[in-house]
Structure formats: C-alpha cells, structure tokens
C-alpha cells in the first residue's frame, strides 16, 4: 500500500508557521526542535521538511540530499549539546517510532534524540 501524507498533521503545521516550536537547528531539508513533553533533560525531535510518514518512507524515496542533510543535523545537535561518545559525552539515544505497533503518534518522520540521564535498558517487558 502506497504512503499517504496527511497534512494536516502537527509537524506539517510546525513547518508551515501554523504553530510555533523551540527551534534548536534548521537547514535546507531539515528542522530539529525540542519535544514539548520531554522525556529526558534533552528531548530535541528531527524531521524533514518534506512530506514523509515515517522512517522507511523517507530512506526509501527521499533524496540524496535530503538523506545527507537530515543525518548531519542529528549528528550536528549531538555536538551541539555535547553528546558524542567519543568525544566525552554521557551518550544518546535515537528512535524513531513508525507505525501501530510502534505506537507512532504523529504520522510525520521524526527521530527522538533523548540524552541527559541514564536512559536505561532499550525496552521494557511487553
Ligand atoms: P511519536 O510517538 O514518536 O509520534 O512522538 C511524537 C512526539 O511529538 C511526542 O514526544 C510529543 O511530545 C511530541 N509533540 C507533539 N506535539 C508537539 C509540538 N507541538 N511540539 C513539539 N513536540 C510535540
């Protein structure tokens, strides 16, 4: 079954100046802003400005330069806040929910960059 967009969704409204957010970086193809419940101390969501569902959605039919783009800014916020493993940093966590089972809530590509605590162990027990 094809991906179908729907626009009306909240980030569609961020991206188009409908509603506000807290902006942490914006570029070409991608806007990060911090979750407005968040869950760690840093709680910053990535999208693309272009009209994806969700995850596969995006890696499957975006561009080149969309791909590209959106990556470096979760890497550029990771140096931003000062996250990086290597460099030092306590670490991240990425997820990206997509779907029912994932329990998706907002039908727009984002990845959840969360950091600023022990985060525990990836799942709970279902
Ligand atoms: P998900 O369950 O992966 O779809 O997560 C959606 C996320 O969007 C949740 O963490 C919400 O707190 C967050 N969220 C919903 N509305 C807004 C908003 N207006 N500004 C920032 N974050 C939002």
Redesign the pocket.
Known sequence: MPYVYDDQN?FAK?LRGE?P?DTVLETEHTLA?N???PQAPIHV?VIPKGPYVCYDHFALEASDAEIADFNRVVGQICQMKGLQPGEGGAGFRLIS?AGKDA????PHL?V?ILAGRNLGRMLGKA
Request: glycine share 0%.
């Open positions: 909240i961020i509603i957010n802003f979750d407005i419940a969501l929910n329990v998706q809530e907002v984002h959840h």
